[in-house]
């Protein structure tokens, strides 16, 4: 069953490759990606496919035809029919990947979260689909900083298309939520961090297709509320005692996540051109034990429960989840490419397979619910299946140890060159 439904997704992309060669080569590459390997590039990739060399998988990355974008369209298609639900809610993140030396595509010194510090990174902005189903990453765009577009010679030599300017990570968020939107993912909600919450031109966005948000933002935000301009955090002292409400942000590892929870309703503003009128809120967020304070800037086209905007809240937690498996389990941010299309493919089949994984177990779930004292099968569980019964190497003894000669002959080579 399981290796019918890597087959359906991956006759679903098929037409996106004009040869059949890059295709099964694509298709090797997937498996590769869902193999159990210390490490996932293409030396590791294409010995595990059987291949003689890494010349084949490199190819498929950099130079092959095929049309990457139609098959993130594809992935978005194939999430959304498994998990598709009207009240979902799409979460934006960005995440860094660090690396060394500074031609990879993107790599300067800039903040991430991923080392919590400044760290010469490469940095990407995500979109995730979330619904009680489950949730899978279904759309992706690097992060391009302002030195790389001042230096047009830089950006030719890591193959960045003439036409690429400079864009803000809000703004390759609003690119990705339009072509999500536009495509007719069933969504009504959007959430995601301080980055994206203070942007107005995200916001508008949203407001004028009419989609709810639950957006962070930080305790010096200016809202408008009673006619009068105030910072997130002076609002608080219009909260009474009893105002708060004590409301599960959605099942942890260990049980509800518990918080005190408030909201403030904000002085609605003129739809924008084009938008329709709606409810402005600042919702608050109080730690039980600690008493740290949160602030999400919100907006619903008609009223909404306080739960209902505790529970978008909180699912922008799940991009982090699938941060965590998708680098863990499919190599995500194990890519060692330096160009522009091959960041975009490898993102692009790492996505595919960590997909399967997210529909298979959903699946699973609900056709196939385990007995008592068994949980659900996960992610994690699923690859590790995955990799022991479906995506077994090939290649006998002898494949190895050609492939042992030809990382030593390799290594030398380059040893010399340096």
């Not at 997937?30 to 010349?55: F, Q």
């Not at 990879?104 to 689909?129: D, K």
């Amino acid at each position: 069953r399981w290796q019918a439904g890597l087959e359906e997704l991956l006759g679903r992309v098929a037409g996106r490759f004009g040869r059949v060669e890059p295709r099964w080569r694509a298709r090797a590459f997937v498996c590769g990606l869902l193999a159990d390997l210390p490490r996932k590039n293409c030396w590791t990739i294409a010995e595990h496919a059987g291949d003689a060399n890494p010349d084949g998988m490199q190819h498929l990355l950099g130079r092959a035809v095929w049309d990457h974008d139609g098959v993130r369209d594809d992935l978005r298609a194939y999430v959304t029919e498994a998990l598709g639900d009207p009240a979902a809610v799409l979460v934006i993140d960005e995440t860094g990947d660090l690396k060394k030396g500074s031609h990879t595509v993107g790599v300067q010194r800039q903040y991430t979260g991923t080392a919590g510090r400044i760290e010469n990174a490469q940095v990407a902005v995500y979109l995730v689909y979330a619904s009680e189903a489950g949730h899978a990453l279904i759309d992706r765009e690097l992060y391009v900083p302002r030195g790389w577009i001042a230096d047009p010679d830089r950006c030719r030599g890591a193959g960045i298309p003439e036409e690429v300017g400079f864009a803000t990570k809000p703004a390759l968020a609003t690119a990705m939520l339009g072509r999500a939107l536009d495509a007719g993912v069933p969504a009504a909600w959007v959430t995601g961090d301080e980055v994206y919450g203070a942007d107005p031109e995200l916001r508008a966005e949203l407001e004028t297709r009419g989609v709810g948000y639950v957006l962070a933002v930080a305790c010096d935000h200016p809202v408008l509320a009673a006619g009068d301009t105030y910072r997130a955090d002076a609002l608080l002292r219009r909260v009474p005692a009893r105002a708060w409400q004590c409301v599960s942000a959605g099942h942890g590892a260990k049980g509800h996540r518990l918080y005190d929870w408030a909201f403030i309703r904000l002085d609605d503003r003129a739809p924008w051109p084009g938008g329709q009128a709606g409810q402005h809120w600042l919702l608050v967020r109080r730690n039980r034990r600690t008493g740290e304070l949160a602030f999400y800037r919100c907006w619903t086209p008609r009223p909404v429960l306080l739960a209902t905007l505790v529970r978008v809240a909180g699912r922008r937690w799940t991009i982090e989840e699938r941060f965590q498996t998708g680098k863990g389990l499919v190599g995500l941010d194990q890519h060692q490419v330096r160009r522009w299309r091959s960041w975009y493919r490898w993102v692009t089949l790492a996505m595919l397979a960590h997909a399967v994984l997210v529909v298979l177990a959903a699946t699973d779930r609900t056709r196939h619910p385990p007995p008592a004292g068994l949980i659900s099968l996960t992610c994690n569980e699923v690859q590790h299946l995955f990799a022991a019964l479906v995506t077994r190497p090939a290649g006998d003894l002898g494949h190895r140890l050609r492939w042992s000669v030809w990382r030593r002959r390799h290594q030398a080579r380059a040893r010399i060159h340096h």
